[in-house]
């Protein structure tokens, strides 16, 4: 039995993904704080929604889904349900796994997990860490059930604020960078139908590329970049604008705003 603990956003694009997968809505609860919220998932998903207390004591698995200033707070309200056996999943950004432990008490292993929106369709990177007491065996079964929905990758816990600034909230750098090539062609007398096709199309043949070519990006950039053409215009531009180091700078603040959440 897996149970997702705070299924909002996040904790419900685990759960679609976890029924996609193959689970049975009569293998996963889910916990939500508001009484329609939680009578929202059963209706859509059909699965039961218990208690923070409940799903702890029930289930095998437990996914922490909670906002990282409601962790505390969802820790100490389950630690004295928790069975030594029960592997838990912490997905809350900034959150270490030494946080869970200390409140959780007893040598309960804890695996971090830091994945992305595109877990909707089956397309999400997950980052992983083992706290202190997590084995080879815990690590596999948390990939067992975030490689249905996606890519996943082991790291050390160090560079897992990293990957929240990276990863876990690049989808979002992707969707602004799109709705600023779209109002550009907008800007250009295109159709913002039309504009918002060719964008798409353009990034998601280029990530293919990406990730199947095995180059590096670098090289791929270059073979679109003729010498005294259109694209080596707009790449001086884009430099002349300091957006590479904006890129830089966004990602680190991302980083840091992570860390400033998990201190609460």
Known sequence: MIAILGTGKMGEALLSGL??????????????????????????YGVRTVSNAEAAKSADTIILA?????????????????????????AAAGITTSFVESRLGGDIP????????????????????????ASEE????????????????????????????????GPAYFF??????????????MPRAAALDMVTQSIVGAA?????????PVILREAVTSPGGTTI????ELERHSVRAAFLAAIEAARNRGRELAEG
């Open 19 to 44: 029924l996609r997968a193959g689970f049975k809505p009569g293998d996963v609860l889910a916990t939500a704080r508001r009484t329609e919220r939680a009578k929202d998932l059963e209706e859509r």
């Open 66 to 90: 909670v906002k990282p200033q409601d962790m505390a707070s969802l820790l100490g309200e389950i630690a004295p349900h928790v069975p030594a056996d029960l592997l838990v999943i912490s």
């Open 110 to 133: 804890v695996v971090r997990v830091m994945s992305n929106t595109p877990v909707l369709v089956d397309e999400a990177m997950s980052v992983i860490s083992a706290g202190a007491h």
């Open 138 to 169: 815990h690590l596999r079964r948390t990939e067992d059930l975030l490689r249905p929905v996606g890519k996943v990758l082991r790291i050390p816990e160090s560079q897992q604020d990293a990957a929240t600034a990276l990863s876990g909230s």
């Open 176 to 189: 602004y960078l799109v709705e600023a090539m779209v109002d550009a062609g907008i800007l250009l007398g």
């Open 208 to 216: 293919i590329m990406l990730r199947d070519s095995g180059e590096h």
């Open 233 to 236: 215009a707009a790449i001086a």
